[in-house]
């Protein structure tokens, strides 16, 4: 029996292979048409943790998942969330010029093309779900999960309601619900979609899988709270400071600094115990669940 | 033996029961957030022909489709038709003020607005196809025609190709891709989706549609532009002469105004050659070629 990897080495690995795969299901810049390409690729490709995809391949370890299909699905969820950071970043919506501490897509293209850029995504990520080679009747409801997890009742929704608060004093629930939609919707669907990839998921196995992504959610966000009001630019790769100078209700702004730190900590916690069932084989989303709240960035 | 109803009869009937299927695909304007969910009852409900759904009841009486089912493929390619035509109306883009007779998205609502119902209606156009009651290999690949059709390799390749043409001499080939791209893929789609709700399809059968898929799709886009350059914006229901304000390549600016009619006609030919194969059940697909090159608006 081999030794697992250590968390940061599994961590690497993943990350490695994610941009083989992200590069492989992207349409290639030498397509017409080109320029479009280019700013897809740029807007995909050499960015981020990659949260997400650590997620969906954390989750398939539980059920022991086909490689080639994690992938996938893990480049679903990523072109989603890479789409919605280039249509967030445009003037009409948080109108920021540095993200992962590059030029955003507006900037360094122009924004008609980073409109199409994110429209050409979304359409991508169906395109590679719905070309999975798992059960039919599964792979279809998976492309149902990821739809509805990146629309009106998922994370387009959150952004919407996050616009419209702008300025307000939300209560913590109205916080809370705000985030489960923005963020919370995509870390979830990609928990979901990685477990999928390895079996048919029981009711008792999905309402565990959702606690612990609730959890790992609602702690991402109050994390990001944290660093935005604590962190610099540099750090985050993008612009420190921003909600309070855009007057954005935060879990710092209604609880404070010291509280939103022991909710972090009370919710990885929660996210722990939520996957009691699952044994050694969980390992990885726990280990996420960890980095998640103690990430520096 | 009852007789068919009339084309104008038909044409009407299934623009009746699309406007309900519609708003039964629509999330409720009851559901949090409401504003998006109001504006994207805006964008899709009470407007245009409909020519798409037209297309896939039409393609779907070849083969005897389920009414449901060609319901859901129509509901899913008019979202996606409507939430590009959201993002084209966008200060960014085409910066357009009326469509269809009424205040586009963002000039009603806002940009940020505007630019998440697009998001969203996308979204949901996959989550509506995804949930067909086909056997699952079909719909799954339903989705993936829809996905590419839709994406960088389809319509907004197409508008990309177009931003790009603004201002520079196109040739007739070039002209043509683009239009083939931006207009072109949806129409396609729409035909495939009718058909392959129907039945699986023989590639006989799929060059056969594509023959006539990619006549009238040609067709729409010279009529298109011959509507522009004679017709006013109140019978268009949007801002007429356009195109040659904004300096883009048309039929009508390359080939000239009788030129572009003819050929519009030759068009219409080829595309009732192409269904010869399927006998009087394509009746509503050439009414639908006749449509196209005869509309006034």
Redesign the interface.
């Known amino acids: 029996m081999t030794t697992a990897p250590m968390f940061e080495d599994w961590m690497k690995s993943v990350q490695v292979a994610m941009e083989q795969a992200l590069l492989q299901y992207l349409?290639s810049v030498q397509?017409?048409?080109e320029?479009?390409?280019e700013a897809?690729h740029y807007a995909v490709l050499d960015g981020g943790k990659r949260v997400r995809p650590l997620l969906v391949h954390a989750a398939g370890a539980l059920f022991d998942a086909d490689e080639t299909e994690l992938a996938r699905a893990a480049v679903a969820v990523e072109m989603i969330h890479a789409?919605?950071l280039v249509?967030d970043d445009?003037p009409?919506?948080d109108d920021d010029a540095l993200r992962r501490g590059k030029p955003t897509v507006h900037v360094k293209y122009?924004?008609?093309?980073a409109?199409?850029v994110?429209?050409?995504l979304?359409?991508?990520a169906?395109?590679v779900l719905?070309?999975g080679r798992l059960e039919?009747?599964r792979?279809?409801s998976m492309?149902?999960l990821?739809?509805?997890a990146?629309?009106?009742?998922?994370m387009?929704?959150g952004?919407?309601?996050d616009?419209?608060s702008v300025g307000l004093t939300l209560s913590l629930e109205e916080l809370e619900?705000m985030h489960t939609l923005k963020t919370g919707a995509l870390l979830r669907v990609s928990v979901l979609l990685g477990a999928l990839a390895g079996k048919q998921l029981s009711e008792n196995e999905i309402a565990a899988l959702d606690q612990y992504s609730s959890a790992i959610g609602l702690a991402f966000q109050v994390v990001d709270d944290v660093l935005d009001a604590t962190a610099d630019s540099a750090t985050l790769g993008k612009t420190a400071g921003k909600d309070a100078a855009d007057n954005k209700p935060t879990y710092v702004s209604i609880l404070g600094l010291a509280q939103s730190q022991a909710l972090a900590e009370k919710l990885r916690m929660e996210a722990h115990r939520a996957l009691e069932q699952f044994g050694d084989k969980a390992r990885r989303l726990r280990e996420l669940a960890d980095l998640i709240v103690q990430r520096k960035a």
């Open positions: 349409p397509q017409t048409p320029r479009l390409h897809m789409y919605s249509h445009m009409c919506m122009d924004e008609a093309c409109l199409l994110g429209d050409a979304q359409s991508q169906f395109d719905a070309d039919p009747a792979q279809l492309v149902r990821l739809a509805k990146s629309g009106s009742l998922g387009c929704g952004q919407a309601i616009l419209a619900q």
